[in-house]
């Protein structure tokens, strides 16, 4: 004899704070689960593995004995699958949980911020690619033992030199550390969320993908038009001008509000005309 509504209801566990607590957790472990894997790779993959789960369970309901004998032998390892191709996503996620917010913003110093944006001006009127990431919490040391180690003061010259379009270290990332710099041609991880446009190129899915696996703040400077772009978290912002740009840096690593302004002597330097309104592109991000 099925079970009147009011003999379910009595038959349910009294909600308590503690009750409450439990499912306001796991409400936010799957939200914030739905946001690691959105607009990625993962989300098909998760989709995948669930669809398996409804397939073995409706081959258990259904008796189809010779489905569920594979599947049952399959799910041990579901597992090791899980954690192979997720591999990228937890280890984001357990840094970004690791992160420490109210310690370690060392870059602050108003010196350095002047000759990295004198260095993109210059950089960004002659239509020299560059790529210089700033550490602030999350450490680099992987990426920055991939590079050419250097442990060099920050300068307009220095940064010049390294991205010299003849130079050995060209290619590859400048890496900023505790307002010195680290390293250079170092290699960065690309981004693979397919909401990026098609437009950017290796340096803009290199400076997302680094961002998207630390807290850094990554500036590059195409070397096809010479726009100045930042990437901060997984999202681009593009096309910004040198002052705008120091700005995000002063956001970035919590300095205040502080206007940043050119000399007229860089000024006159600059022949390319003014940039348009900063184009913003978001892109998912845990």
Same mark, same amino acid.
């Given at each position: 004899?099925?079970?009147? !509504?009011?003999?379910?209801?009595?038959?349910?566990?009294?909600?308590?704070?503690?009750?409450?607590?439990?499912?306001?957790?796991?409400? !936010?472990?799957?939200?914030?689960?739905?946001?690691? $894997?959105?607009?990625?790779?993962?989300?098909?993959?998760?989709?995948?593995?669930?669809?398996?789960?409804?397939?073995?369970?409706?081959?258990?309901?259904?008796?189809?004995?010779?489905?569920?004998?594979?599947?049952?032998?399959?799910?041990?390892?579901?597992?090791?699958?899980?954690?192979?191709? !997720?591999?990228?996503?937890?280890?984001?996620?357990?840094?970004?949980?690791?992160?420490?917010?109210?310690?370690?913003?060392?870059?602050?110093?108003?010196?350095?911020?002047?000759?990295?944006?004198?260095?993109?001006?210059?950089?960004?009127?002659?239509?020299?690619?560059?790529?210089? $990431?700033?550490?602030?919490?999350?450490?680099?040391?992987?990426?920055?033992?991939?590079?050419?180690?250097?442990?060099?003061?920050?300068?307009?010259?220095?940064?010049?030199?390294?991205?010299?379009?003849?130079?050995?270290?060209?290619?590859?990332?400048?890496?900023?550390?505790?307002?010195?710099?680290?390293?250079?041609?170092?290699?960065?991880?690309?981004?693979?969320?397919?909401?990026?446009?098609?437009?950017?190129?290796?340096?803009?899915?290199?400076?997302?993908?680094?961002?998207?696996?630390?807290?850094?703040?990554?500036?590059?400077?195409?070397?096809?038009?010479?726009?100045?772009?930042?990437?901060?978290?997984?999202?681009?912002?593009?096309?910004?001008?040198?002052?705008?740009?120091?700005?995000?840096?002063?956001?970035?690593?919590?300095?205040?509000?502080?206007?940043?302004?050119?000399?007229?002597?860089?000024?006159?330097?600059?022949?390319?005309?003014?940039?348009?309104?900063?184009?913003?592109?978001?892109?998912?991000?845990?």
């Amino acid at each position: 004899m099925p079970l009147s !509504f009011p003999h379910l209801t009595l038959s349910l566990p009294k909600l308590t704070l503690m009750g409450a607590v439990d499912i306001l957790v796991v409400a !936010f472990l799957i939200y914030e689960l739905i946001l690691i $894997v959105r607009g990625t790779r993962a989300a098909h993959i998760l989709l995948g593995i669930l669809t398996l789960f409804v397939i073995f369970n409706l081959s258990l309901w259904l008796r189809l004995d010779l489905l569920r004998a594979i599947l049952s032998r399959a799910m041990p390892y579901m597992a090791i699958a899980v954690i192979v191709l !997720f591999q990228s996503e937890i280890r984001r996620t357990l840094a970004r949980i690791g992160r420490k917010r109210l310690f370690g913003r060392a870059f602050r110093r108003r010196e350095s911020t002047e000759e990295i944006l004198l260095a993109l001006n210059k950089l960004s009127i002659e239509k020299t690619g560059a790529l210089i $990431v700033i550490e602030r919490d999350i450490g680099l040391r992987t990426f920055i033992e991939s590079g050419v180690r250097l442990d060099a003061h920050i300068s307009r010259d220095l940064l010049l030199s390294i991205f010299r379009k003849d130079g050995a270290l060209h290619d590859g990332a400048v890496i900023v550390q505790k307002e010195r710099i680290s390293a250079a041609a170092c290699f960065l991880p690309l981004s693979m969320n397919p909401a990026l446009s098609t437009k950017l190129g290796t340096r803009h899915r290199a400076a997302i993908g680094i961002t998207e696996e630390t807290d850094c703040l990554a500036i590059l400077v195409s070397e096809e038009n010479g726009r100045i772009s930042i990437a901060v978290f997984g999202e681009i912002e593009l096309d910004l001008s040198p002052e705008q740009v120091g700005q995000r840096i002063n956001r970035h690593f919590g300095g205040g509000r502080r206007l940043w302004r050119l000399s007229s002597e860089d000024k006159e330097e600059e022949t390319r005309v003014p940039n348009e309104v900063a184009q913003i592109q978001k892109v998912s991000r845990p």
